[in-house]
């Protein structure tokens, strides 16, 4: 169960990434209503709405640790992740105001482990694990400047849902749980006849957490999950 719990971080770095965003379902039916009512115009005055779509990657570390009654095993992994994701912002002049959400749940591979016990001098207890990790829900709000009429800066928050769905010898489980972090980046958008195109790249630190199993003393962590990502976006601005 050690290396299961361990591999958990890695496979979570390995395929995908997850102030903390409480009413996620209420930005998430805004960005749609946004989409839907675009087209038809938007009027407020100084205000602009725009909608787009990005795809990014990047390269991430993580560390993930457990610690039971035995013993404390730790270890620190680097991948890169790949996603796609919608964005809505409004914008006020150099200032624009945006959420952007990754709409599928990311899912991981499911992870086998068995492990050997000696019971007796001639008994092994064997105790047989899997585990497979969903992401669901990763939100980023931000505030971007632009500098110049091209170049701009921006900073936000993001969180993402962790949830764990595992089949433990033990019978114990570890609940689900999620991460919350900071996002700084840059980026240059080019103006074309209908659509503008972004290259953005980001710097994006998460906090740890730490989820209890339901019916021992361990424990499970992950911490120090950082990396940057590179991001190409289209968009319109009504």
């Known amino acids: 169960k050690t290396k299961m ?9 390995n395929k995908y990434l997850k102030e903390e965003l409480k009413m996620k379902k209420t930005i998430c039916a805004i960005i749609v209503a946004l989409f839907a009512y675009a087209p038809a115009g ?9 909608v787009g779509a990005s795809g ?3 390269l991430f570390t993580a560390t993930g640790k457990e610690v039971s009654t ?9 991948a890169g992740v790949a996603y796609s994701s919608v964005f809505t912002e409004l914008n ?11 709409p599928d749940g990311l899912q ?29 829900d990763l939100t980023t709000a931000y505030v971007a400047v632009n500098l110049t009429d091209n170049f701009y800066v921006k900073a936000g928050m993001i969180q993402v849902d962790v949830l764990t ?6 019978g114990g489980s570890y609940g689900d749980t999620s991460l919350d972090g900071t996002l700084v980046g840059f980026g240059y958008q080019h103006d074309l006849d209908a659509i503008f195109v972004r290259a953005e790249a980001s ?3 998460f906090d740890g957490a730490t989820v209890n199993s339901s019916n021992s003393d361990n424990k499970a962590s992950i911490k120090n999950l950082d990396g940057v990502t590179a991001k190409i976006s289209i968009g319109k601005t009504f």
């Open 92 to 102: 006020m002049g150099r200032i624009a105001i945006g959420v952007d959400y990754v």
């Open 42 to 50: 938007f009027a407020i005055e100084g205000v602009n709405l725009t």
């Open 108 to 136: 991981s591979d499911t992870v086998e482990s068995v492990k050997h016990d000696m019971t007796t001098s001639s008994t092994v207890s064997i105790t047989e694990n899997s585990l497979k990790v969903e992401f669901q």
């Open 165 to 170: 769905q595992e089949n433990l010898g033990t």
């Open 5 to 13: 719990i361990v591999k958990k971080t890695s496979v979570f770095i």
């Open 70 to 78: 035995q013993s404390t095993h730790e270890d620190t992994e680097i």
């Open 203 to 205: 710097y994006l630190e």
């Open 56 to 58: 990014q990657a990047g």
